[in-house]
């Protein structure tokens, strides 16, 4: 979606870097990608939680919690599915701008439109991590805590990404998680990708300070 003619942004005098310097943070996007009851949510929580307690600034976007308020106006159709990505990709971006880490559980199953988000953070020069949630379907179906699976299995929910939607998976992630992984070792995992110590009261911290994404 291209922006107006008639529109230009507005330039502040205030620096990402002067913003960074003073909140003494450094915001990333955390793209959590995977089949519906891959476990998204549960990892990105556990991140956030995580990187709250050793003091960085973490909010999580929950695909289904979106869908209740900034997309409620889409659908499932492949356009609208797009359009789902582009907005929770636009809002990332601009928290991770605010020295935020924005950490996004989006099932975002098109590869065309995660590159699109990763394109646009890589020209903002902002970090842009892309982890998979590799959870076979069938053990997502077994979980299946909505019983969505079930209705889709049952030609009684069309368009379900898994079953009769595709879900292109990542070629070359970021990190991939499987789920013999135990979720704190997950945690670990994301964590050494932001460059951010594991343990609460670490001397280290302070990875923002010290200039660490």
Known sequence: MSSSPNVTPHATSLTRKQRWRSLQARGATVWIT????????????AVEERLIALGRGAYLLDGDSLRCGLCS???????DREEN?????????????SGTVAIAAVVSPYAQMRGHVR??????????YEVFVDTPVKVCAERDPKGLY??????????F??????????HEPDLRVTPELALSSAV???????GTPRLVGSAATSAAASGRP
Do not use: M
């Open 34 to 45: 995977g089949l519906p009851s891959a476990g998204k949510s549960t990892l990105g929580a």
């Open 73 to 79: 106006d889409l659908g499932f159709a492949r356009e």
């Open 85 to 97: 990505v582009r907005r929770v990709g636009e809002l990332a971006r601009l928290l991770a701008d």
């Open 119 to 128: 394109d646009r953070h890589e020209a903002d020069g902002l970090s842009f």
């Open 150 to 159: 079930a209705r889709a299995y049952a030609g009684d929910l069309d368009g």
């Open 161 to 170: 990404t898994g079953v009769d939607d595709p879900y292109q998976p990542p």
């Open 188 to 194: 670990d995992a994301v964590l050494d990708l932001l």
